[in-house]
């Protein structure tokens, strides 16, 4: 499904590096708030449930195997649909959890984040112009957003413009225009730019 990173004799997707690279930099870059401690209490609650929901989701899409096989759950999970409806409900708790703009803010830090590194990990097996255009812009996304942090306004405009561009690009640069299938990343774009326009609403209307 993602692109590994090879460390020795120990294979890494690209994608959790990328994860835990954009964790650092959030956590860095909102070093002066309060409410970090408690925002990252609830993301790793988030963690906690996004992991149980997709190892569980092996059981309704994999139900005559589970029956014959069990303890088949401890070592399967239910696949690309099942980490699909995982995010899905991550994102729902995310949301019912979220207070105030700093939440929302946070979250668009982390998700220009993940996605300027994830694509400069992807540079590796994917070295074309067209990914390290997208790599390029995103990272000054990112750059930008650090001065302008407490600036909601202009960072969800940032968040926003990514989303939007990582979409179309990946849709036409990944799968061409003829595919309708999406990946698992634009799936996470989709939700993640759902639940930034949803939770900024939330926030104003919560202040």
Do not use: H
Request: proline share 3%.
């Amino acid at each position: 499904m993602f692109e590994t990173f090879d460390i020795g004799s120990i294979s890494i997707p690209s994608v959790y590096m990328a994860i835990l690279l954009s964790f650092i930099v959030t956590y860095l870059m909102l070093w002066e708030s309060e409410d970090k401690k408690r925002l990252f209490n609830e993301w790793t609650n988030a963690i906690i449930i996004l992991f149980l929901v997709y190892k569980l989701t092996y059981i309704p899409f994999n139900w005559f195997e589970f029956i014959n096989n069990p303890m088949g759950v401890l070592y399967f999970d239910g696949g690309p649909d099942g980490l699909l409806m995982a995010l899905a409900v991550t994102f729902f708790y995310l949301f019912y959890r979220s207070r105030g703009l700093f939440y929302v803010e946070a979250y668009c830090i982390f998700s220009v984040s993940l996605l300027a590194f994830y694509g400069v990990l992807e540079l590796r097996t994917l070295p074309q112009w067209p990914y390290i255009a997208l790599a390029i812009i995103t990272l000054a996304a990112l750059v930008l957003i650090y001065f302008m942090w407490r600036r909601f306004r202009v960072i969800m405009f940032v968040t926003v413009t990514v989303f939007i561009m990582q979409l179309l690009g990946r849709f036409f640069i990944y799968s061409g225009p003829e595919s309708l299938s999406i990946s698992i990343v634009q799936w996470w774009i989709i939700i993640s730019l759902i639940y930034v326009l949803l939770s900024a609403n939330k926030g104003d209307d919560d202040e």
